[in-house]
């Protein structure tokens, strides 16, 4: 099994998703500005597994801080490291909820109770994950190819995955599964991480480079396309890597369906559209190195949005871990959450 992040005698312990798949190494963070670096640089990515990160920060964080004004520092410096995917200020404020029930009490009860809603935390989404797959699993059709999008498997969440968690369920129920994993420039968590995690699996896998999933959705060998997010607005409009409203448009192009597997604290109800959602600015090198080699004239202008946006209107469904939602979404999601 893989262990995206786990909560260790030594500290917070990450597989390092910067070095994957040459090198599988791990990050030990002894304070939570080290998780919150980890966070930014993506040592650690995928919204489900930097909102346990966060939560495990804030536990850490507090391990040697004691006020509401250090508890509030630590939490502003978490919330301040990527801005799109909702889940890591849902836990934040998860975090932040429990302390306030707590206080009054003795610093060492508070301290231990908010290593272990971290860790609760952790635990939960793994348990989410395998519930979205379940979910999910009958959608996906036998004996056809996957196409997915960016990583959105066991080291983008606590474990098992969301899209991925689909797949793999869809496997485990005996379904015969390709996948088609496009490569997701610039970071490739595509070529780097979802195929080294199917590999793990023995879930067959191909690797395509992003320009080219328009010509094999046209091609009839896709059954359907299934991606994570970073965050869903109340109408259903889905915020997810760079790239994936072109795959969306193509898929409906082709009756191809577009499936969104995501857990419920993805969803942030009081975003009415996904215009709504920040998107994450990233570094131009992202864009014009290659593993530390320039690839683009000097001076070059450069684009960096780690997210787009797909109108609710591609996405054929959302599978959550309460069960999936069919359009319209405002009425289908407003439902799973209440
Ligand atoms: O920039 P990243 O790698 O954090 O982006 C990750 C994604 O876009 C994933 O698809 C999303 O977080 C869902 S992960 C279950």
Redesign the pocket.
Known sequence: MIETIQWTEAGVVMID?TKLPREETYVTCTDYTQVADAIRT?VI??????GVAAAMGVALGMQHAESPREFDEICATLAST?P??V?LFWAIERMRRLYQELQGRPIPEIRAKLKTEAQQIRLEDIAI?ECIGKNGAALIPDGKTVLT?????AL??AGY????GVIRAAVAAGKKIDVFADE?RP?L?GAR?TVWELQRDDIPATLITDNMAGHFLHSGRIGCVV????RIAANGDV????G?YSVAVLAKENNVPFYV???IS?LDQKLASGDEIPI?Q?AAEEVTHLFGVQVAPLGTAVENP??DVTPHRYVSAIVTERGVARPPYLESLRKLVS
């Open positions: 998703q993506m990515r995928g919204a489900p597994a930097i990527r799109t995917a889940n994950n999008h960016c990583n959105a498997g983008a969440t995955g969301t899209a991925l997701t970071f968590q991480l991606v994570g997010a970073d915020a997810n890597k760079i994936t597997a995501a857990p993805t994450e990233r780690a997210f």
